[in-house]
């Protein structure tokens, strides 16, 4: 049976900042347009949180299931490590995309943004068959793209709309950044496991491109966030602060770049996911306050 600290390991608490950022982002575009509500945006933040801990647990149960996490380099894996049964990480799931999908029920009704509730129904089964049912999206190459879409895109600009009723050009231009760092962490993620991936079929976009074009890839999505900075820092100066979060990828650069794999490429996952999360807030607060 797992630990308290298994289950916490499982969870994959690195990956929170892909959560927590594009609403922080969202809050601060919100503000800027002068529709900031405070309820509303811990509802959305608890909403995120619910579905990226969904996501991770599903990803789990199903890679765990399939064997494709027995020789994974990288953070404990419930299912793959044997340390918990394949039924209760699947209810763990379940449960988080359940709390995910009730919280996101209570926020469209008190705000009566009905429609939305399609694109919480969307993110629910991206979640899922993110590595799950008989065709995964995730074993195919398209990871990364639901990854921008969900925790850039929608979680951003969802934020927005569900306060404000509409979004703006500086919402759209945070939800791009963040969505190419968050899929950046994937695209780090994937970068590592390319070799245990190739061997149980798992045919992520990393598999596809390559150890080169991966890399390639990775540079180009971490660089997005400063031209989306310069961008908006035309219209609202305060928000070239956001360039200070650079130096925080310096390493995860420096690793990608020089080549580094295996367990070498875990630091770089946490710094992306820290200068994520440091860029959402610096802009978000700039846009909000400036």
């Known amino acids: 049976?797992?630990?308290?600290?298994?289950?916490?390991?499982?969870?994959?608490?690195?990956?929170?900042?892909?959560?927590?950022?594009?609403?922080?982002?969202?809050?601060?575009?919100?503000?800027?347009?002068?529709?900031?509500?405070?309820?509303?945006?811990l509802l959305?933040?608890?909403?995120?949180?619910?579905?990226?801990?969904?996501?991770n647990?599903?990803?789990?149960?199903?890679?765990?299931?399939?064997?494709?996490?027995?020789?994974?380099?990288?953070?404990?894996?419930?299912?793959?490590?044997?340390?918990?049964?394949?039924?209760?990480?699947?209810?763990?799931?379940?449960?988080?995309?359940?709390v995910a999908g009730v919280l996101g029920l209570?926020?469209?009704?008190?705000?009566?943004?009905?429609?939305?509730?399609?694109?919480?129904?969307?993110c629910i089964a991206g979640a899922w068959f993110y590595t799950g049912g008989r065709r995964p999206y995730g074993y195919a190459g398209l990871g990364e793209v639901a990854v921008f879409v969900f925790f850039g895109l929608a979680a951003v600009l969802g934020?927005?709309?569900?306060?404000?009723?509409?979004i703006s050009l500086e919402a759209l231009g945070c939800a791009v950044a963040v969505g190419s760092l968050s899929t950046g962490v994937l695209v780090a993620n994937n970068l590592r496991d390319i070799p245990t991936d190739r061997e149980t079929g798992k045919r992520t976009l990393a598999v596809k491109l390559g150890d080169a074009g991966t890399r390639r890839l990775y540079?180009?999505?971490?660089?997005?966030?400063?031209?989306?900075?310069?961008?908006?820092g035309v219209a609202h100066p305060l928000a070239?602060?956001?360039?200070?979060?650079?130096?925080?990828?310096?390493?995860?650069?420096?690793?990608?770049?020089g080549g580094g794999s295996g367990r070498a490429l875990i630091p770089v996952l946490g710094g992306t996911g820290m200068a994520m999360l440091a860029w959402a807030v610096l802009t978000g607060g700039a846009l909000a306050f400036g």
């Open 106 to 122: 209570v926020l469209v009704a008190a705000t009566g943004t009905w429609w939305l509730l399609l694109l919480g129904a969307a």
């Open 44 to 55: 959305a933040l608890l909403v995120a949180l619910s579905l990226i801990i969904g996501v």
């Open 219 to 232: 540079l180009f999505l971490v660089a997005v966030p400063f031209a989306v900075t310069v961008a908006i």
């Open 159 to 166: 934020t927005v709309y569900v306060q404000a009723g509409k």
């Open 240 to 257: 070239f602060i956001g360039l200070l979060t650079a130096p925080l990828l310096l390493v995860p650069v420096r690793t990608i770049a």
């Open 1 to 41: 049976m797992a630990t308290v600290a298994e289950w916490i390991e499982g969870a994959r608490p690195r990956t929170l900042p892909n959560a927590v950022a594009p609403v922080l982002a969202g809050m601060g575009a919100t503000a800027q347009l002068g529709e900031f509500s405070w309820w509303q945006s």
């Open 57 to 98: 647990f599903a990803n789990d149960y199903s890679d765990g299931i399939r064997g494709t996490d027995e020789q994974r380099v990288g953070p404990l894996r419930l299912v793959g490590s044997g340390v918990a049964r394949p039924k209760t990480v699947l209810a763990a799931a379940l449960a988080s995309l359940g």
